[in-house]
């Protein structure tokens, strides 16, 4: 995910196999998994998931779409890479359902987005077929892969703006010099730099601690992304400010991995989304202490 980010991968490879291979995952039965996720894992299928709805919320408590006698009405918003799944995963209040791209009922259209590179749809359904996963007791593990994952995208994008930066400020002359030598730009790519390393470090950990299932892992995900959410939009305008107006250009690359980092700041739940979440859990955490003592 930290090399797709840094080549900013324009295909589905997150939608299909990191969200949607991990709620599959998650929920889905032996016989689910055979038939949906086996097929991922073979890079014959492209898929992706359905969760937000109008009130834009990444709190599963406010999913608000039910299926009824297996068929879902109503509609889903920002669902990356819908227009070109073969089936898409709906997240519902009472389950998690799969549709395929092709059944009655379902209408995908185009929706503007910030990030040029990863396209988004609104789906909506009307009384539209579709197959019972499981419960979404589980969805929360998954999400929390997709959530370090997507935070390790945005460090493989802050290390290629980075680059990108450092190696203008050494040819970029002014006054005769490069504007390299300047301490100002320099104390701006060191602070590039430090945000940069300090997130891939809260990644590596959070990555490690979902793959040992250690008691903190949700707590150190929330952290990943907390900070990298904030620390890809810092490297973001730093970038664009030392390469002054070239930064601004349509032509140059960095405003791509710029709305990159500004859609992927606010997926899964932004920096206040997540100090939020971890108070929670600590708050919840003390409150169980008080109840054994």
């Known amino acids: 995910m930290e090399e797709a980010g840094r080549a900013l991968l324009p295909g589905p490879f997150f939608s299909t ?20 996720l086996a097929p991922v894992c073979r890079g014959e299928v492209r898929s992706t998931v359905a969760i937000l709805e109008a009130g834009a919320s990444w709190n599963l408590r406010d999913v608000q779409l039910s299926a009824v006698n297996s068929k879902l009405n109503g509609e889903k918003f920002f669902v990356s890479d819908a227009a070109v799944a073969d089936f898409l995963i709906v997240v519902a209040r ?12 379902l209408k995908i259209s185009p929706m503007s987005g910030m990030d040029l590179t990863r396209k988004l749809s609104v789906v ?9 996963l499981g419960s979404n007791l589980n969805l929360p593990r998954a999400f929390d892969i997709a959530t370090a994952a997507l935070a390790a995208e945005l460090v493989g994008g802050m290390q290629r703006t980075l680059d990108v930066t450092v190696e203008y400020a ?41 793959e040992e299932s250690c008691p903190d892992a949700t707590t150190a995900v929330s952290i990943a992304k907390m900070y990298s959410s ?37 997926a899964f739940g932004d920096a206040t989304f997540h100090r939020e979440r971890i108070a929670s859990m600590v708050i919840d955490s003390g409150r169980v202490s008080a109840k054994s003592v």
């Open 17 to 36: 196999v990191v969200l949607a291979g991990s709620v599959l995952d998650a929920v889905g039965t032996t016989g689910h998994k055979e038939k949906y």
């Open 94 to 105: 009472n389950g998690v359902f799969v549709v395929d791209s092709k059944a009655r009922g």
């Open 124 to 132: 909506e359904f009307n009384n539209t077929p579709a197959d019972e």
């Open 170 to 210: 050494k040819t970029r002359k002014q006054f005769g010099k490069p504007i390299g030598i300047f301490q100002a730009v320099q104390h701006q790519c060191a602070d590039m730099y430090l945000e940069t390393e300090s997130s891939r470090s809260a990644v590596y950990y959070a990555g490690w601690a979902l």
């Open 230 to 266: 904030d620390a890809a939009r810092t490297v973001g305008n730093r970038g664009i400010q030392i390469h002054g107006g070239m930064g601004f250009t349509w032509e140059n690359d960095l405003h791509l991995y710029y709305r990159r980092a500004k859609a992927s700041e606010t």
